[in-house]
């Protein structure tokens, strides 16, 4: 499989534009199953050509949400407009959109050509026409000379893509893929992210997917939706949710984070005016320059990635603020990188993480050195949610 | 030295799985091959008025020239010559078809309906399907005897709600309807128990998937579910036809007199004629038509595994 990156993105956010229309627009949606409330009056929209996630914990309900848009549960309240228009009590065969089934969900008595031709059978095309249309689609995910294979004969890989050609063929409006690379191996799910991004762009269809996994989240979508207990966190861009995520679940749940509590003593920030917003918490002085709504008194979160935070056995210059000093607890090596876990000297627990640039297999930090750790005014967040 | 220990234990290991292997196959031999070679050959006997009531019965190895010489084919060419027994036999035939097609027509939705009801019910549906089981099956038939004699229940039903006169009566009892009605009844939950097996194992998202492309309910069912539950409607149609191909009891009990069926035919020559021979050489005919549908039967079992 040759990797190909595709056309280069050109910078794509009709979501800041506030006279795009959306193409589907889920309007105080409620589901509710007995008495689990899975989503929870929740409004979202989605652009067209937009590669959109929903990313959250096993039983947050974006499964929920994704299956109320393909027409297989209707919302309790609500509506989900398409291009504007209510598509409640449309069954899932009326429907524009088309899934991609964690399960895969193939017909295991048809071959792959006849899993591909289905959906297009179905809308009665002429038969030239649907041969052309598999043959294309074969072609796509790189399966030419499987096409007289049962699903059975083939590796996990190759069914998932069949499921992704069957789910495609019908040139959807919108492509739903549930978990779409949950059951493949890290390499393969990588290349195949990529693989997604290239046909989206390719196709120029909206694609929305489900997914738990958030490094895959953040590859492929123009947008992440974090969804908690059948509510949305946060919607933003990738870079957005990793830099400047809105609330401890958000920043907690995206990627590796050191979070502290404790309270505003000084702010020279307020909504629209970046300030310094120096925090103590529990004796440990920081500081960030941040747009910050809290007051001083306010209850809040401080928090830094372990990539921003520098180690370094030598006492920084000063030491009043953003420095912190510890011992070496554990580390983890990871290759590229080394996670250091520092206890600090209140006993409280910091992880930073550096990335391995030289050889040396003996590293100049090891378990049991007193360290320092520092890190400048803009890298770290206030969280006051 | 742990080679050579390894290689004993899969010595050992060996002998007791070709034991296990074994045990059906004996099984077989002992209430299947022979009794069925016994058959055969008083198949190719002559009738005798004796206890067995047949010739040669095998006396002494020193005999067996004698008596091999004394074998023949005459039963199956007597068989070919009175059309009583090939009308019998298509008689049969066309029975268990007919019964079978039935069979699938009613154990189909109530298997369907099983493999969708919630999880937590089906066991119980399932016990209800085998509860007739702790009826005997005889008294079963006695019981649409019952039901379908004119002056049976069923009569009693439509006079009493009115879709019958009294002087009326419903004329089922004795007849090929009765026969229907009786295998249809006793034979379903082998229809049912296979159909639900194979609809269970079905994955529920295939039809969402169905769905999702454009197919229709109804269209996905043709389309997806039926095809998947095909070996469950092979091997409830073969559980059900072979047997019913020589079932007895129910013609007899539920048959009018000009219902031809294999079985009592078989009955009457046993015990009627006292001619064991012919009465065989039926039964070997009857296995070997059978033949086909079982290799049928086990070529589908094969696809599946």
Redesign the interface.
Known sequence: MAKSLGPVKRKFSPWTDPSAIPFIRFENITKRFGNFTAVDSLTLDIYEREFFSLLGPSGCGKTTLMRMLAGFEEPSEGRILLQGKDIQGVPPYRRPTNMMFQSYALFPHMTVEKNIAFGLEQDKLPKGEIAARVDEMLKLVKLETFAKRKPNQLSGGQRQRVALARSLAKRPQVLLLDEPLGALDKKLREETQFELMDIQTKLGLTFLIVTHDQEEAMTVSDRIAVMDKGVIVQVATPAEIYEAPNSRYVADFIGDINILEGSVTTTESALGSPGTVRIDCDGIKVAVDQECQAVTGDKVAFAVRPEKVRISPDQPPDTSVNALHGEVWDIGYLGDFSVFIVKLDDGRVMRAAQANVSRLVDRPITFGDMVWLTWPLDAGLVLTR | MAVVQEAEDQKQGGASRWLVVAVPYVWLLLFFVAPFLIIFKISLSDTAIALPPYTPVFDGFGAIGDFLSQLDFENYIFLTDDPLYVQAYLSSLRIATISTFLLLLVGYPIALAMARAPTSIRPTLVMMVILPFWTSFLIRVYAWIGILKPDGLLTLLLQTVGLMGPEEQVQIFRTDTAVFIGIVYSYLPFMVLPLYSALEKM?N??L?????????PL?AFW??TF??SLPGVIAGAMICFIPITGEFVIPDLLGGADTLMIGKTLWTEFFGNRDWPLASAVAVILLVLLVVPIMIFQNQQKKVA
């Open positions: 994955d998202t295939l969402e998937a169905a769905n999702d492309l454009g197919c229709p269209k389309r997806i095809p998947l």
